[in-house]
């Protein structure tokens, strides 16, 4: 009867000599003849194991166990060695590293300005180009900024909770950005001439035309001697070359607590030229900014002194402007993420 330790022996030997072999060998070929050596049907491990039946029974179980362990461990060494192998070799045999330049190559995903985004700087540039410097003001405004400062009396509508998003205390998300016209203001002397892109917010009703947020485009210019004429030219020239030479403009008068006079201006529609559609509302004429002379009681608020400066303001909706130029009936689509909306900009 073969004794138990020379099993022992035997089998770990084997184990040694198996896991040496393999690592040493790389080609396919020899990988193989060593799986047929140790593992095959007539394999020194798989005879080993056929000879555990010879040894004394009251061994068997442990080393039935440890031969068991041996022979599983050199098969998945020896897998995986094949595995790599097989890897390397698909890559042209060159080995770990290898490039191939003849490849056809994988498009990557192309990021892109969002289409609001992409119109709130093509705006900003019009107006750059004119020469207003672009300003910014926080988003979290104070009841005084946002109203007061701009003459809006106590009880104007806009003041309502119906219509402002208020938060804790004194302050609230602004609804427009006229108040960086006051923050400005407080900190510099006219001349002044500025741009300020931003976002606005309002507690609306959510369907196809309004959104509880938006962005605006505010600009304003203050300096002696500004006039209507001013205001004019600089929109008329801002929208021909947003929308084309051929749109007409509109200055329909109006109110704004902060501008006097205040005109909300139309252009001709950019859908049917002015002819009537549904977009006009048949009405040949689609509304896109308010504008106007600040009021005398908001350069008395910031300490210029009414009698030598005047000025003008305009703010317009980005949104609506986007959906204007791209001929888009839903804002809500424009805050909903949808590749496959977005992908088209
Ligand atoms: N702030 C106004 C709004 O959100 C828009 C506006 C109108 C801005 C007239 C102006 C202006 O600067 O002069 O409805």
């Known amino acids: ?73 050199v098969e998945q060494v020896l897998i995986k060695r094949i595995k790599e192998q097989k890897e390397q070799e698909a890559v042209g045999g060159k080995g770990e590293g290898f490039f191939d330049y003849t490849l056809p190559g994988r498009k990557g995903w192309e990021g892109r300005a969002h289409p609001l985004t992409q119109i709130n700087e093509k705006i900003v540039k019009i107006f750059y180009g004119m020469g207003f410097e672009v300003a910014k003001g926080p988003d979290v405004e104070t009841d005084y900024y946002n109203f007061s400062a701009l003459n809006f009396p106590l009880d104007h509508p806009a003041r309502d909770m119906q219509d402002t998003f208020y938060l804790k205390g004194d ?30 917010y309002r507690n609306e009703a959510i369907n196809a035309r309004s959104f509880c947020t938006f962005l605006q485009v505010e600009g304003f210019y203050v300096d002696t001697d500004v006039t209507f004429a001013d205001l004019k030219g600089v929109l008329s020239a801002f929208v021909w070359e947003l929308f084309g030479k051929d749109v007409a403009l509109r200055f329909r008068a109006s109110f704004f607590p902060f501008t006097e006079p205040s005109a909300e201006v139309d252009i001709s529609c950019v859908i049917c030229g002015g002819k009537g559609c549904s977009v006009c509302k048949h009405r040949g004429w689609l509304e896109i900014l308010g504008a106007g002379m600040i009021d005398p009681e908001v350069f008395k608020t910031v300490g210029y002194d009414p009698e030598k400066y005047s000025g003008y303001a305009f703010g317009m909706g980005v949104d609506r402007i986007a959906m204007l130029k791209y001929q888009i009936d839903d804002i809500r689509l424009f805050y909903e993420d949808d590749l496959k909306f977005l992908r088209q900009f």
């Open 1 to 73: 009867m073969p004794s138990a330790n020379k099993f022992e022996q035997d089998l770990k030997q084997t184990q040694k000599e198996a896991l040496l072999t393999i690592e040493q060998t790389s080609e396919l070929e020899g990988l193989e003849q060593i799986r047929i050596k140790y593992l095959g049907r007539r394999g020194i491990i798989t005879s080993l194991l056929k000879s555990l039946k010879d040894l004394p029974e009251k061994e068997r179980p442990a080393l039935g166990k440890l031969s068991n362990q041996i022979k599983s461990q």
């Open 171 to 200: 302050l609230l998300l602004r609804t427009h950005t006229s108040p960086v016209q006051v923050r400005v203001f407080e900190k510099r002397k006219p001349p002044i001439r500025i741009i300020t892109p931003g976002r606005c």
